[in-house]
């Protein structure tokens, strides 16, 4: 039970780009800059990011991408630049339409699962049709019928899953992950990149993915952004065909294409 | 599911082995004798005592007038120990204004304030109350204040991304995650506060289960002086057990509660 990996069936035609609504906004980011102190972690990111486009964002560890997202996502704010969401203000975010998922679910161990995922309704949480929406949510990542129960005695994809309903139930317009995938087995991220794919494949939000591995990145982003120095060192657009087959010789050249890359830049940085 | 049960029987069940033993043993050894009656009256004797007191009414007075100093002195206390714990958990400058000279206070043993306390209120109840809300003030201030402070930041950002308000991040995110703290504190307090009225009620007093364990023994009725042990004990346990069961409740989420 524990360990249990429910692969969810990938619905091919939902995943045609022309199938579905695209409800995300698009993103600019214009010469962004992040210190902490002396240390200057991005120093003017410049990049777009079109309306329910799948971004991957890689990088070594410490480069700032968590900084990035949290920037995004109104956590902390930026020391220089700019970014705009679709047509809000500048550097203003919109808590109802950015979501943010962790590596940890950051569940409340003291309400049930479906009261997790209502957490999720933000200011919507008063509308009538709220407890439906949760529900349905959460027969969408497959854990319907474990609603009543704690957390904590989920497994940790059930929970990341868990979380994901939480992120999704207030039909977000951008959704950015950090390394929502990092804590889990092999076997059930591969079922989880699946079923992340297919969320987005269903609901066109704009997804924001943050990842150590880059064969995630490219088998579920349309572009990845590479990040070395505070500066995106490389924007790969990726146009293979999905559902993408991880291993496949696109993938694995695409793959060794940003590896190359990020070892470059690692190669360079040992000798500084 | 039958054998189950009969299996939870018998586990509560040898719970019970050795305290009945020792007092078997105990009413063994008086009856033959062995221990005067004078030093220690055997349990029978003590039931008896019991029984004349409860009969006389003598007894439900006593208890019910001990037992509502300790409910007061526990909620005044307590209420003031949680309020202050949260405020000085949930924010840095009460803290910096008030811990520090609490703190300071914490390091006088209240039970050492008796003289004064006569002095200021005489024998009368409040003076029992006010020791009691004073030794369970601590336990529950402290514990609270921790149990705020130690709630998960990432929960309490999790929070703020769903855009919770103030109120609701204290009572769905900050509250739920300092009960367990918090239960640790009453727990801790509750010890405190029978210790505290025994000893004030045997020292200062009129009414109540210490002053009929005093009055018995200006007479040398030691099965009282017992009885009020053994009662002492007994409400000490109660008052633990529902604690408990208040703790089991509230936190059925915590693993450490889950049965099976
Ligand atoms: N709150 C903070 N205060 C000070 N420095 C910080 C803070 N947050 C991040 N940093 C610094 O910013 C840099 C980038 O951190 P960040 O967490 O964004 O890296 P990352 O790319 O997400 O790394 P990883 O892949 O290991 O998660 C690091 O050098 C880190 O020490
Ligand atoms: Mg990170």
Redesign the interface.
């Known amino acids: 039970m524990n360990t249990r990996v429910e692969i969810p069936s990938i619905q091919r035609e939902t995943l045609k780009p022309a199938a579905r609504p695209i409800a995300g906004l698009p993103i600019q980011v214009e010469g962004l800059k992040k210190s902490f102190g002396d240390n200057e972690v991005l120093r003017g990111l410049e990049f777009e990011i079109n309306a329910g486009e799948f971004i991957a964002i890689v990088g070594r560890s410490g480069c700032g991408k968590s900084t990035l997202l949290r920037l995004l ?3 902390d704010a930026a020391t220089g630049g700019s970014f705009r969401i679709g047509d809000d203000e500048p550097n203003a975010v919109d ?2 339409q950015v ?2 998922m ?1 590596q ?1 679910p ?1 569940l ?4 049930s699962v479906l009261a997790n995922v209502e ?2 309704l ?2 919507q949480r008063r509308s009538p049709d709220g407890r439906r929406r949760a529900l349905d949510t959460l027969q969408r990542v497959g854990l319907l019928e474990r609603r009543a129960e ?1 957390p ?2 989920l497994s940790g994809g059930q929970k990341q899953r868990v979380a994901l309903s ?1 992120a999704l139930v207030s039909r977000p317009r951008v959704l950015a992950f950090d390394e929502p995938l990092g804590a889990l087995d092999a076997l059930t991220r591969i079922s989880m990149q699946r079923l992340l794919e297919q969320v987005w494949a269903d609901q066109g939000f704009t997804a924001l993915l943050v990842t150590h591995d880059v064969a995630e990145a490219v088998t579920l982003a349309d572009r990845v952004l590479v990040i070395e120095d505070g500066r995106i060192s490389l924007d790969l657009r990726i146009d293979l065909p999905r559902p993408r087959e991880r291993g496949s010789a696109d993938v694995a050249a695409l793959e060794g294409r940003i590896l190359r890359e990020l070892f470059k830049n690692a190669r360079a940085g040992d000798d500084a | 599911m039958s054998a189950k049960r009969a299996a939870f029987d018998l586990k509560n069940l040898t719970q019970w082995i050795l305290p009945v033993a020792i007092i078997a043993i105990w009413q063994l050894l008086s009856s033959v004798g062995f221990i005067p009656e004078r030093v220690l009256p055997s349990p029978a004797a003590v039931v008896l005592a019991g029984w004349k007191l409860l009969l006389s009414g003598e007894l439900l007075t006593n208890m019910w007038v001990s037992f509502r100093r300790a409910i007061i002195g526990l909620v005044i206390g307590g209420g003031i120990g949680f309020s202050l714990g949260l405020a000085n958990g949930l924010s840095r400058r009460s803290e910096r204004v008030l811990d520090s000279t609490l703190q300071m206070v914490r390091n006088i043993p209240h039970l050492a304030m008796i003289p004064l306390v006569i002095l200021w209120f005489g024998i009368d109840e409040t003076a029992k109350i006010f020791l009691v809300a004073v030794g369970v003030f601590f336990p529950i201030y402290i514990n609270t204040q921790h149990g705020i402070r130690n709630v998960d930041a990432q929960l309490v950002e999790m929070g703020h991304t769903y855009g919770m308000t103030p109120a609701e991040l204290f009572w769905r995110v900050y509250l739920p995650g300092a009960l367990p703290s918090i239960f640790v504190g009453l727990r801790y307090a509750l010890g405190i506060m029978w210790l505290t009225l025994i000893v004030a009620e045997t020292i200062a007093a009129s009414s109540g289960i210490g002053y009929m364990a005093m009055q018995a023994r200006e007479f040398l009725l030691v099965d009282i002086v017992v009885l009020s042990i053994v009662i002492y004990a007994l409400l000490g346990k109660l008052a633990d057990s529902l604690a408990r069961l208040l703790e089991r409740a509230c936190l059925s989420w915590h693993p450490a509660f889950q049965r099976n």
């Open positions: 996502v109104g956590l808590r109802d979501r943010v962790f940890e950051r409340l161990p003291w309400a957490v999720g933000g200011a704690w904590s005695v939480r």
